[in-house]
């Protein structure tokens, strides 16, 4: 058969792309495998497309990220480095020490970066004042998600006290629903630990225990308060927690299996993708004790230098990522807030303006901290360890006093 030159083009493109080097393209590591986070995602692919840029998804499953960070690790030192990956604050700053990460200041400078994206984030966006990851969002952590119906049904006003928030469980629980919603996964442990710990002791206690690490804080009383006070969530939690995915503890609250769930706003994402409303069918509510605080975290593409510097690809993919429209469109289905500081944000349903208010108004007042839970309190050593111990206290392995012990220990082990 005579190949016309058009049919010898599309040979030639879909050689291209079966090599998987097609001309402008990215390659994605990310952790988005839930419903609501990849209909997030799909509009930052769209709008890549949009450019004529490809995407090939590297997606790895696993909340929060530790299974995404091994794959990582793996293609780096096989020396096939993603084109870009979602990464986690002190992670980045990690690879960053590393030096596989692509210098974007001239992207920075011709866009204003610095003006619009706030100290919280450069901190973890930036390494020896080199700019190495583009910003997408702001999520925070110290979320409750509640099923309206339920709370109607027993006539629960929201919780404004650690008391009243167990009396809500324990009314729940009676009336037979599952009170609190929970995949028993490390990560998921420590995020509510993260919360508990706010509540219990504080921000100073937050920032003496989770990010300088004291040794005399972790020690504490206080301490042992918030690992008694986690064994009283234990007792919440259905008997099919334990691996349970969190997309699939946001799904018990959305069916009207479950009262409440603790998660960052990322659950969010999954009440409005099963078409639900902010205020009519699920609230969002500060966990209580937390009202004043924000615990965040930041979901950031980090670029991973490929030779000779910034792609065209990186900066159209760091560029698509910083633009006003995106921040917008893609937080709008994330359940995050925007990582710039300069956006009309009234596009966000109700719990987003709020989560953005508190954002703000947090890091006006002092009272915006890192997630442990979530890379942005201390290094990921430390973070994995304390994981460990969360979550061994939370499956009974250990009483509080040990478990006390055990966080002294593995800071004391990890700790730089
Ligand atoms: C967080 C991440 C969110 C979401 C969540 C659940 O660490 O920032 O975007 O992916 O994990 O996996």
Known sequence: ?????????????????????????????????????????????????????????????????????????????????????????????????????????????????????PDALQRFATYEDQWVAAPVNVHSTNWVWADASIMEELGLEQPQSWEEFVAALEAA?????????????????????????????????????????????LGSDTMKQVFDRMATLRGFVDDNFSGRDWNLASAMVINDEAAFQMMGDWAKGEFLNAGQTPGEDFLCFRFPGTQDQVLFNSDQFAMFSQGEGVSDEQAALAEAILSPEFQIAFNKVK?????????????????????????????????????????????????????????????????????????????EINAM
């Open 1 to 117: 058969m005579k190949m016309t030159n058009a049919f010898k083009a599309t040979v030639a493109a879909a050689a291209l792309v079966a090599g998987g080097a097609q001309a402008q393209e990215v390659e994605v590591l990310h952790w988005w495998t839930a419903g609501g986070e990849a209909a997030a995602l799909n509009v930052l692919k769209e709008d890549l497309a949009g450019q004529d840029i490809g995407w090939q998804d590297m997606p790895v499953a696993g909340g929060g990220g530790t299974q995404a960070m091994t794959v990582l690790r793996a293609r780096v030192t096989s020396g096939n480095a993603p084109t870009a990956v979602q990464m986690l604050g002190f992670d980045i700053q990690d690879w960053a020490q590393e030096g596989a990460l692509a210098n974007l200041n001239a992207l920075a400078e011709e866009n204003n970066w610095g003006e619009v994206i």
């Open 173 to 217: 629980k009676e009336a037979g629903y599952v009170a609190l919603a929970h995949g028993g996964q490390a990560w998921q442990d420590a995020t509510l630990f993260d919360a508990v710990l706010m509540a219990t002791g504080g921000p100073e206690f937050y920032q003496k225990t989770m990010i300088d690490l004291d040794m005399e804080a």
């Open 335 to 411: 359940g995050s807030v925007p990582a710039r500081t300069d956006l009309d944000v009234s596009e966000l349903d109700a719990c987003g303006q709020q989560g953005y208010a508190e954002y703000k108004a947090a890091a006006e007042s002092g009272n915006l901290f890192g997630s442990m839970a979530h890379g942005h309190a201390n290094p990921a050593a430390v973070k994995n360890a304390m994981y460990d111990v969360i979550t061994a206290h939370f499956n009974g392995e250990y009483d509080a006093e040990t478990a006390v012990q055990e966080l002294q220990t593995a800071v």
